[in-house]
């Protein structure tokens, strides 16, 4: 099993920053894709970025040029960097892993999710 808790969410007014964290413990062995996914009231649960071990980064349109995602794997934490933050970014935002191992095959795993919200 894979735990992942989220930190770093909370009120800012738009224009501003946060820096999202999600440590990962457990069995980390065999994570090779981390990603951060947002849902606003009332809407599904959408991609913001990806980070794979091979591929690299991945993005949604709208956060393209704002947002950065990173992984620091000697602390086993993924980051998303928001900044340039607009209302329409306030959602809740959960961090996902992906984990392949040769017994357990591909599994996903979320995070209980961290509020961020974004003040006109």
């Known amino acids: 099993q894979v735990q992942l808790e989220e930190s770093g969410g909370g009120l800012v007014q738009s224009g501003g920053s946060l820096r999202l964290s999600c440590a990962a413990s457990?069995?980390?062995?065999?994570?090779?894709?981390m990603g951060w996914y947002c849902q606003a009231p009332g809407k599904q649960r959408e991609l913001v970025a990806i980070?794979?071990?091979?591929?690299?980064?991945n993005y949604a349109d709208a956060v393209k040029g704002r947002f950065a995602i990173s992984r620091d794997n000697a602390k086993n934490t993924c980051y998303l960097q928001m900044n340039s933050l607009k209302p329409e970014d306030t959602a809740v935002y959960y961090c996902?892993?992906?984990?392949?191992?040769?017994?357990?095959?591909?599994?996903?795993?979320w995070g209980q999710g961290t509020q961020v919200t974004v003040s006109s």
């Open positions: 996902n892993a992906w984990r392949v191992t040769p017994v357990e095959g591909l599994r996903m795993y």
């Open positions: 457990g069995s980390i062995d065999g994570i090779n894709t």
């Open positions: 980070i794979t071990s091979d591929i690299g980064t």
